[in-house]
């Protein structure tokens, strides 16, 4: 019986380490298995790394040698020709370096540089495109830009030669995270990364009075006036906009210091228990923003209506000469875009949009960076042309149903003042832009009509360049979508 005994116990003891063992197995097979995919996929990484460095390098190549044939061109047509494959190629290099594992914040100057470069060759392409040549000015920028894309084709050449020969990693960057990209990781030579910012640290960018001047992308906040306030100040401004009596508590959020603009924001409870969020300016104590959250269960004020309503309402608050542009309907809310007017003139840049309630006309919210951002006195003496002369740019198809006189903004932040002639072709209406100055067609658009593809009726009126396409779909006040409701818009 002993022998018995002692043979089972030794059976359990077998049939324990036989499981143990068969336990150790998986898991080194399973170890090896994640081993090897780990490999896989970090040499994948090296390698589609690999590959938009050698991109970048290769495009930045390219970029040298089109500055360099833009110096010595002669002809519109072939500086036309030179200055938009020099565009592409700076925009591919972007491209390609926002790939690397690198924040953008530790390539600023690098990534400066090649979007100026791209921004100012489609600049002087235009000039050519009519038939300019270019001026003495312009051939110190492309010169002076020349330089620096020498010297970055020099770096990336030595980083290239780094990659090529083993001094560093891409993993090992990632590893030690962004900060060992500033800082120089131990492996890298010295003609390494950071020399590539080095090598700009005295680059601030062109100046001059083209589209992508400096001073234009530094975004001056034209329209924000007066003197720094405190938060009391802007607690008093908050509530005068609501009004007082509308106030059962008001909570102060903090100073956004790091903010585009630097602001106070309040949270607000309505005597009604509505929670309202608002936002005022330190500089100037001007309202950005101010948004209701209420439900609107009833349409009762027609468009017109709640037009005069807002317009009203910016009167009131300091905005006079805003006119209406377009407008957006969505559950018995209208949020209308207005742009300031100057003797006549419709300035686009200057947006505010105002949400109106459709049940009893309260003011539910207002957002005013475009206004803040943009607004001063413009000059608008420079017409060099008639409207009768800007005609004759026009098609002769187009029938005209209106025109006036516009200021519009472009995607570099500049600003052309046009003729707008609105028209239509074959049952399509189009907005045509023709420069006041020199009579250049500057832009078309197509008033499309999506209401058959929606169910309710919404109406958006008014110029949509790029930045306005951008804010129609998100909303300060809510994103909209197009199944909520019917659009008419501007493209």
Known sequence: MNKLVEWKERLKKGHMLSIICALLIIVAILGFVLYKKQREYRQASENSYNMAFYEVVDYVQNVETYLAKSLISTTPEHG????THLWREANLAQSYLSMLPIESQELENTE??????SDYSYSLSRKNIYNEGLTEEDLTNLEELHTYSTELENTLNQLSEDLNNGRFQWGELTKKGTVAFAQQVDNISKESFSNLEENFHEYSGLIYDGAYSEHMTSTEKKGLTGEDIDENKAKEIAENLIGKDKIKEISNLGLSENATIPAYSFSVTSSNDENINISISQKGGHVIYMNTNREVNSEILSQEEATKKGKEFLNNKGFPDMQETYYVTQEGVTTI???YMQNDVIIYSDLIKVKVALDNGDILGIETT???NNHTQRDISHIQITKEEAKKNLNSKLELTSERMAIIPTEWQTEILCYEFKGTVNDKQF???INAENGREEDI?????????CSNYVIIRGYLVVQLVVHL?????GTFECPAG???LWT
């Open 337 to 339: 875009n207005y742009a």
């Open 473 to 477: 779909g998100t909303f300060l006040f």
């Open 80 to 83: 036309a020709e030179t200055l």
């Open 370 to 372: 475009g206004y803040l």
């Open 445 to 453: 658009l197509i008033i499309t009509d999506t209401r058959k593809r």
């Open 486 to 488: 019917d659009v008419s």
């Open 431 to 433: 907005l045509v832009y």
């Open 112 to 117: 400066k540089f090649l979007n100026q470069v």
